[in-house]
Each structure stands twice: as structure tokens, then as C-alpha cells.
């Protein structure tokens, strides 16, 4: 019976002495600053991640830029060295080009009309493409408000913008502004505080939490009101590393990345008037702009180039799923 009673007190000291289990380690990317709503909404998450998870769910959210521009860390994202990303709709412009109409300008009027989008058959389709291409999945999908100027000189009609050199993030937008008389430039986002600053670029759009997380309005005079896109947060994962996930933590990741996303929404709703009001009293004056002359000459330059470079009958599933 001692003998017993010694072999199973070796067996429980030799099973308490293994170390415990080793936590799944997630890095997140992002291009934005620790105060842009959306990078709030990724450390929210990986609080509640690491809580709800028990320790066995820890997320690294990295910001800034410091693991490079978004290009960098979509690529990084696809070979699994992050597991996941956030930023603006980038990856329609990087890696699913036929998509990018889906954020492009007065395509849709207001941000329920765009997120009945990005949320419904157009987003999975294009979560699908990038998952068969690239190895990445479209996670979440929140709001981001409307994309507006911030310049060093009022911008009230297009004609305002000529000469102005202004960052913009694709070609569709540099044709669009092109067309307004701007000069349009390429800036990373993660470098464009000093662009602004050192006079390299006059101006640049962002939606307004954008331009507050990034502290635009230290280094530029005017908010300028077009609205000219509806933008949106897009979360991005590698599917590689949700397929090693087993059911528990995958319902743990799904759960709180969609009540992050849910604070998300309602921030933005309710602090963009806010955010706008703490950067008057800094200093900024906010102009509101005739976005009907804006409108009129995007248009037909954001249906011309869907025709070309689109996938067939985008503009026409986006009017059919929204009007």
C-alpha cells in the first residue's frame, strides 16, 4: 500500500512539475496612432481577448507604423508573421483591386449605407478572393465616418483646391482631385505628420477620428467638410492562424472582436462632433464645404474608371443594395 501511495505521490508531483500550457501569441498591425478610435477599439479587444480567454489568448497591438506601411503589413499578414491587421479599406486597393470601388468617392451618402455593404454578400465575396489569393479573411468591418480635407487654406469649392498639393491613397483618388485642380501626392500614413509639418504636402483627407488620433489639426489650419467618401475600419486575419485556433478560442476571438467592433460603431456615432469641437478649440477652423461641386465632378470620373478597372456591375450591386 506504501508502495502504492509513493508511485501515485511521483505520478501527481511529475504532472503538477509540467509547465503549463503556452499562451497563442496574435500580433496586430496598424498604420494609425495609439489614439485613432480604431487602434482604441484593437486594445479594448485584446483586453478582452486575454480576459475571456483565461490567458490563453494574448494580442500584441502594435500602432504607428512601426512594423511598416500598410502594404508591409498586408504582405506580412498573408505570410502569417502578424496575424492581424486593421486599417482604412486598404486592402481593396492592395490586393483586391476589382473591389476598390467599394471606397470610393459619393459612392455612398451616409455610413449605414456602406457598412449594409461591407457587411453583407459584396464583403464576403471580397473576404473570399482574398482569402483564395492571399490567405487573409475579412474578420470586422466598422465604422470610420466620412473622409474629409484638412488643408492650410479654406477649401470651399473645388477650384479652392487648385495647385494644392494634397495626399491622397490611390489612383481613382488622384485622378479625383486631379480633376478639382489639386496636385495629388503618395505619403504613408506613418510619415504624413512630418509631411504636413515640413510643408512637403499642403494637405491631406482622413475620416475625422483619423485626423485626430494622428494630430493633423497640430499642423494644419482648416477642417474641410466634403464627406467625399464613406470610410470604414477593416479587419483583417490570416486564415493559416484562424484554422489553428481550436472551437473554444475561435468563438473567444469571434465574440469579443464583435463587441469591440460594436464599441467601435457607437463611438464614432457619438464622438466624431466631439472630436471635431476639441480640434476647433486648438485651433482649427472648420469650413463647410459645397459638397454638391465636389459630388458633380467625382462622379463620372469614379463611374468611368469603374467601368475600366472594376469588377463588372459593382456601382450597379452597390446602387441595387442601397437605394
Not at 455612398?108 to 461591407?118: H, M, P, R, V, Y
Not at 466624431?272 to 485651433?283: D, H, V, W, Y
Request: charged share 25%.
Amino acid at each position: 500500500m506504501r508502495k502504492l501511495i509513493s508511485v501515485l505521490s511521483v505520478t501527481l508531483l511529475a504532472v503538477l512539475a509540467l509547465p503549463a500550457a503556452a499562451a497563442t501569441k496574435i500580433t496586430l498591425g496598424s498604420g494609425n496612432g495609439a489614439k485613432d478610435l480604431g487602434n482604441e477599439a484593437m486594445v479594448r479587444w485584446a483586453d478582452a481577448l486575454d480576459k475571456a480567454s483565461g490567458g490563453d489568448l494574448k494580442m500584441d497591438v502594435i500602432v504607428g507604423g512601426t512594423l511598416g506601411g500598410d502594404k508591409e503589413m498586408l504582405q506580412q499578414l498573408s505570410s502569417n508573421e502578424i496575424q492581424v491587421h486593421i486599417a482604412g479599406p486598404v486592402v481593396v486597393h492592395f490586393l483586391a483591386q476589382a473591389y476598390q470601388c467599394m471606397e470610393a468617392e459619393y459612392v455612398f451618402d451616409n455610413q449605414e449605407q456602406g457598412l449594409k455593404i461591407w457587411r453583407g454578400p459584396l464583403g464576403k465575396e471580397v473576404s473570399q478572393v482574398l482569402e483564395s489569393k492571399y490567405g487573409v479573411m475579412i474578420v470586422g468591418v466598422g465604422k470610420r465616418g466620412a473622409r474629409d480635407l484638412t488643408s492650410n487654406k479654406p477649401i470651399k469649392v473645388p477650384d479652392d483646391l487648385k495647385g494644392v498639393k494634397v495626399r491622397v491613397t490611390n489612383k481613382l483618388r488622384a485622378e479625383i482631385f486631379k480633376a478639382y485642380g489639386a496636385l495629388p501626392a503618395s505619403v504613408p500614413i506613418d510619415e504624413l505628420y512630418g509631411a504636413l509639418r515640413q510643408g512637403v504636402v499642403d494637405a491631406q483627407e482622413n475620416p475625422i477620428p483619423t485626423i485626430f488620433g494622428n494630430k493633423f489639426y497640430e499642423v494644419q489650419k482648416y477642417i474641410d467638410l466634403t464627406g467625399h467618401v464613406q470610410s470604414y475600419y477593416v479587419v483583417t486575419a490570416n486564415k493559416k492562424f484562424l484554422d489553428g485556433l481550436n472551437a473554444g478560442q475561435r468563438k473567444v476571438f469571434d465574440r469579443t472582436l464583435s463587441e469591440s467592433i460594436e464599441w467601435l460603431d457607437q463611438t464614432v456615432d457619438n464622438d466624431t462632433k466631439s472630436l471635431l469641437e476639441k480640434m476647433e478649440k486648438a485651433g482649427v477652423t472648420v469650413v463647410r464645404s459645397d459638397v454638391a461641386a465636389f459630388r458633380k465632378i467625382a462622379e463620372p470620373i469614379v463611374k468611368a474608371y469603374a467601368e475600366k478597372n472594376c469588377r463588372p456591375n459593382l456601382l450597379d450591386d452597390i446602387n441595387k443594395l442601397t437605394r
